[in-house]
């Protein structure tokens, strides 16, 4: 005997599809670093903290912009859609422009829950004037200046950031350890500054944002006797930086 056809269930019984696939939900947390010593960009990360009344933008799919101000959680919550690439614009008077993105290309629904939720954190830099900021990962060959590989993705990062704030004017500094005569440190400091100018202007910054400063051995953030200091005093000494100045 054939078995028997299965029971269909009556059409107001089958399931709504957006009751089978789970909504997804992302929270955007706006942040800011928390610091060892108040107002010093160079201490210590202790951790972060939300920052009320920052403005986010979202922008997806062409689709007319989504804003919202932030309340003192620093939260934003989207619904999201499928297949889809998004990018926020996080943004505070005091700050600096921050962009970040999102996508749902690669999320499968999941049939068992009926919402995921996803979590972005930007993280604002607060705007600290005339104060040294230290960019991590520049490093140069002895006696060289040229731009290394390895320090090309913290400039394109700094490219990034410049261009999402066009109103802001930087100086590069570069810095040597104490080795060698005050004038040759010098020259090979400024040439060393000039040259990571040059990376910016080669990527769209306007060179009239830009100034470079070769501060040679004089500004040591380690201040141990020369002759006396490990390798690792000397790198922290031999930097480069920004500050913004306008």
């Known amino acids: 005997m054939p078995p028997p056809p299965p029971i269909l269930p009556l059409l107001d019984t089958l399931p709504n599809k957006e009751d ?8 955007v947390y706006i942040l800011e670093k ?10 210590r990360v202790l951790g972060r903290k939300p ?24 939260l934003f919550s989207l619904a999201l859609e499928e ?27 999941d049939p068992n829950v009926k919402e995921q939720r996803f979590v972005l954190e930007i993280v604002l830099e607060k705007i600290y004037r005339d ?15 040229d731009i290394r590989e ?17 109103q802001i004017r930087i100086e590069l500094g570069s810095h040597t350890d104490c080795r060698g ?15 990571a ?6 990527n769209d910054i306007s060179a009239e944002r830009l100034s470079a400063v070769g501060h040679g051995e004089f500004i040591l953030r380690v201040n141990c006797v020369c002759a006396r200091c490990t390798e690792e005093e000397h790198q922290i000494n031999r930097r480069t930086t920004f500050k913004i100045v306008e």
């Open 20 to 27: 089978v696939l789970s909504k997804l939900y992302l929270d």
């Open 150 to 166: 390895d320090a090309k993705p913290t400039l394109n990062k700094l490219v990034a950031d410049l261009k999402l704030n066009p």
């Open 197 to 202: 100018v040059d990376y910016l202007v080669a």
């Open 83 to 109: 297949n889809i690439d998004y990018r926020f614009l996080a943004s505070k008077e005091g700050y600096l422009n921050t962009a970040a993105e999102f996508s749902t290309r690669e999320i499968a629904p």
């Open 34 to 43: 928390v610091y060892e010593v108040p107002d010093d960009p160079g201490s």
């Open 181 to 195: 005569n005050d004038n040759y440190n010098y020259l090979l400091s400024q040439r060393r500054a000039q040259s």
């Open 131 to 145: 104060q040294e900021i230290v960019l991590e990962n520049i490093y140069y060959d002895f006696d060289k200046w």
């Open 51 to 74: 920052v009320e009344s920052a403005k986010v933008q979202a922008i997806w799919n062409k689709k007319q912009p989504v804003s919202s101000v932030v309340g003192v959680e620093g």
